[in-house]
């Protein structure tokens, strides 16, 4: 049995697709396909997928992937993908399938580009100049505080027209250490409301670019 | 593919379940806006769970959607925070396809499927900009069209609607959209396009028609104002089923629907008479698809979709004259494909065990039936032809194919009703109950019987439109009597306040100045009424107080077997002289057989143009 990994995009309308939803999803789009992918035994056979590291609701990505498991030999790739699209939703774009190279749980970060208003820039510059950002961050064991600055020392953007373009890396490995980007954005927009230049987080675009494994090479 | 506009990404990132405004969806059509003759916006005046649940919507969407040149988009009632943002942004409501706002349509249609959702229309055309009245928009506003059952009695929602369509959509909206079609190529004005409207059979335009009343407020009578406008609108139905097969896809909701399966219907009325029901009347006559037919079509839409559950949907499936056909053609090819078969509504009365082992995936936890009554003789007043030795018979089945569990439903304040039948409810529970521990059940699995008792209201086209609507105090005392009676733990009683069932019944034999009071409701505040947590009767009641109406007149009295009512120009097919006579056997608790068995000469056959059977 080859765990093969199918990558997509997940863009514009389909940022609000949950993960519970995009399960579903997969599920109709993969029985739709026809493709040989392995059902779980048993006395209600579903098929076996996986997701790895998904996206938080509201942000997108073109680097997404979910593993399923077939019997099928090689090559996957283009056949897959265009077996899966028809049953996609708008902005979900399926890009590719391969066997699976990595585990899932070697991703160890994430990259991002995001997307801010002009005015956000203060914030940034406030961002850099802080000896510390500190970030309540909300798991299921309850609330914690984190340093920012320990895992973005330092942002550098770029000014496009009326928007603000800045690339950073966030820790995203699935049982460690983990940052998400919306946690940064808050902070941003504490010191923009600080500063006298508040913005709001829908001005705001998250678009995950690459998962990373922990020497920093591609996970695929 | 088209970003989405700024102010529409604040409001998604600030409401619940984002999903349901983004439209996208697997299987949902989209076409190039310029390219096409005509554009209409398909309105379910409900939330999107509830409205993508909803067959009807899709057997249109996918027949409108099969000509190249129109395009059929959804739109739904957001739910109250999406409303609200999206009246602070000033975002007027959009069709989920284009995103484009309902103005920008040649049709805006609304189905009308519970009166409830009255004040649901209102708010959507408000939220788009249009005008709420007919009489206050002209052709430069897209034609505002109504259908659904509600429409069966069209005098409390007329005002506002250009046309209703009275009967099945399939032919009758394909027609509408091609006089639209013709209007705008010739550039007919809207009272010749409406004129063209009304030929087309089924098709009621209520400005076409002026209403009287008697002195002491009665209705009177309604009559064609124009030339050429047909006295009374027949109801529309599709005579041969196979003629239109069902969807062959479905736009499959990403944000859980209610009903979340492939879903194909199996055939149209229903043979039982149950003279509660209105279903049950205004469908007539029955219809069957053949089983090649439904498993062919079964088959496509769960390739097309990737569902893998399949429902037989109808008023009554096991009533199809070939169901074992269709279930054994369906099982040739759904295990293979992963597909599992639920049947809904089974009756007591015909529930066997090879049904129960066809379906394949049957919730072994749980099971519905429906004896509405709980004694003999009042089920022999409502014609619901179900015994209590058949209910025994299926409860057995039931139990020894491992359910523990039975729901079920009732109805409170009858015509004829007694206290001796609301203890019949609890006796029903409990000797179900007793069933279940006389017979062999796995040690410590106990059972659960749920009543849920709904309050019953009478509704045009029934033989119990005649009668009056039992009130409010005479409901919550039976309410209160049937707990007293209820002894076992094993036996849960569910019922529902009856003030939502007030409105209801207002509605349903309500007349045109009821639109004042729906609209006066509305600017007061009115929407999500079928939401308990929304619904405010004394709003209601100050609209009604309002408007110098008594809503007491309408559910409160008996309408006299001869007196005129607010329908009248309106033929649904099931004729008065029927539904008096069988109104007079109720009251004699004189069930009447099955139109399979016997005919009762109801007259819907004229519809079909042949005998029924
Ligand atoms: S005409 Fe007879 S068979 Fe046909 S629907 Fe009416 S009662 Fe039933």
Redesign the interface.
């Known amino acids: 049995m080859t765990t093969v990994r199918i990558f997509f995009e997940k863009?514009?309308?389909?940022a609000?697709?949950?993960l519970l939803?995009?399960q579903?999803?997969f599920?109709?789009?993969?029985?739709?396909s026809g493709l040989p992918v392995w059902?779980t035994e048993g006395f209600?056979?579903?098929i076996y997928l996986a997701f790895c590291s998904p996206l938080p609701?509201?942000q997108e990505s073109v680097c997404e992937s979910c593993d399923v498991k077939t019997a099928a030999e090689p090559p996957y790739g283009a056949a897959w993908a265009a077996a899966l699209q028809p049953?996609?939703?708008?902005?979900i774009t399926v890009t590719g399938a391969a066997a699976a190279v990595h585990k899932a749980g070697e991703v160890a970060a994430a990259r991002y580009a995001i997307t801010l208003p002009a005015a956000a820039a203060p914030a940034l510059a406030a961002y850099n100049a802080a000896g510390s950002v500190p970030a309540e961050k909300k798991t299921k064991r309850g609330a914690r505080v984190v340093e920012l600055k320990a895992a973005v020392p330092a942002l550098s953007w770029q000014g496009r027209g009326d928007t603000l373009r800045l690339e950073t890396t966030l820790p995203c490995a699935s049982d460690g250490e983990n940052l998400n980007p919306a946690l940064l954005l808050g902070a941003l927009q504490t010191l923009a409301g600080e500063a006298g230049a508040a913005f709001?987080?829908?001005?705001c675009r998250i678009l995950r670019t690459a998962l990373l494994l922990p020497d920093g090479t591609p996970f695929c | 593919?088209?970003?989405?506009p700024?102010s529409l990404?604040?409001a998604?990132?600030?409401v619940q379940k984002?999903?349901r405004?983004?439209?996208?969806?697997?299987g949902?059509i989209?076409k190039d806006a310029a390219a096409v003759d005509v554009r209409m916006a398909f309105c379910f005046p409900d939330t999107y769970e509830i409205g993508m649940s909803f067959l009807g919507m899709k057997i249109l969407y996918e027949l409108l959607n099969a000509h190249e040149n129109w395009w059929c988009e959804r739109c739904f009632l957001p739910w109250v925070d999406m409303k609200a943002e999206m009246e602070r942004l000033g975002i007027p409501l959009y069709a989920l396809e284009s995103k484009d706002p309902l103005t920008a349509f040649d049709i805006v249609g609304f189905s009308l499927e519970y009166e409830l959702c009255y004040t649901n229309v209102l708010a959507m055309l408000r939220l788009a900009g249009i005008p709420l009245r007919a009489a206050e928009r002209d052709g430069r506003w897209p034609l505002i069209i109504a259908g659904g059952p509600c429409v069966c009695n069209a005098e409390p929602m007329a005002d506002f609607f250009d046309a209703m369509q009275l009967g099945e959509g399939e032919e009758m909206l394909q027609s509408i959209c091609a006089a639209v079609e013709a209007a705008k190529k010739h550039g007919w004005s809207r009272e010749r396009l409406l004129r063209e409207l009304a030929a087309i059979p089924g098709v009621y335009v209520p400005a076409f028609y002026d209403v009287e009343y008697e002195a002491d407020g009665r209705f009177k009578a309604i009559r064609p104002n124009r030339p050429g406008v047909p006295p009374k609108v027949t109801r529309a139905i599709v005579r041969d089923l196979d003629s239109i097969p069902p969807p062959r896809d479905f736009v499959?909701p990403?944000?859980?629907a209610v009903q979340d399966r492939a879903c194909v219907e199996v055939l149209r009325g229903c043979v039982r008479g149950c003279r509660f029901c209105q279903a049950g009347q205004i469908y007539r006559p029955f219809r069957e698809r053949s089983p090649a037919v439904i498993s062919e079509s079964a088959r496509a839409l769960c390739?097309?979709?990737?569902?893998?559950e399949l429902s037989l949907s109808s008023l009554s499936t096991s009533d199809h004259s070939r169901l074992e056909e269709i279930l054994d053609a369906v099982n040739a090819w759904a295990p293979g494909e992963?597909v599992s078969l639920s049947l809904p509504s089974l009756r007591v009365d015909n529930f066997s065990r090879s049904l129960v082992e066809k379906t394949t995936?049957v919730r072994k936890s749980g099971l519905t039936f429906a004896p509405e009554a709980g004694t003999q003789r009042l089920r022999d007043v409502i014609n619901k032809n179900v015994t209590w030795e058949q209910l025994e018979r299926t409860c057995r089945i039931a139990f020894s194919q491992g359910y523990t569990a039975v729901k079920l439903y009732f109805m409170m304040g009858l015509p004829t009703e007694t206290l001796e039948d609301i203890k019949g409810i609890a006796d029903t529970c409990q000797k179900v109950v007793d069933l279940y521990y006389s017979l062999d059940h796995a040690k410590g699995r106990g059972v659960q019987v749920t009543a849920s008792v709904a309050c019953f209201v009478p509704k045009p086209w029934t033989p119990f439109q005649f009668c009056a609507q039992d009130r409010r105090e005479a409901l919550r005392e039976k309410q209160r009597y049937l707990l007293s009676c209820v002894r076992s733990r094993k036996v849960k009683v569910n019922y529902h306040d009856s003030a939502t069932s007030v409105l209801e019944g207002v509605f349903a034999k309500g007349d045109r100045r009821l639109g004042r009071v729906i609209e006066a409701a509305f600017e007061a505040g009115a929407c999500y009424d079928t939401w308990e947590e929304f619904f405010d009767y004394d709003r209601w009641l100050a609209a009604f107080a309002a408007c110098g109406l008594d809503p007491d007149f309408y559910n409160y009295r008996p309408l006299g077997v001869e007196e005129p009512a607010p329908w009248d120009h309106l033929d649904a097919g099931v004729s008065r002289r029927y539904l008096a006579r069988e109104y007079q056997k109720a009251l004699r608790a004189e069930p009447s057989p099955p139109c399979n068995r016997q005919c009762s000469g109801c007259g819907a056959d004229k519809l079909l143009g042949r005998p029924c059977f």
């Open positions: 863009q514009g309308e389909a609000y697709v949950s939803d995009l579903r999803v599920h109709r789009a993969l029985k739709r059902y209600n056979p579903h609701l509201g049953c996609m939703p708008g902005g709001a987080p829908w001005q | 593919m088209p970003e989405l700024q990404k604040q998604l990132s600030l984002p999903g405004y983004t439209g996208g969806e697997p949902c989209c499959v990403m944000v859980g390739q097309n979709t990737g569902y893998d992963h995936r």
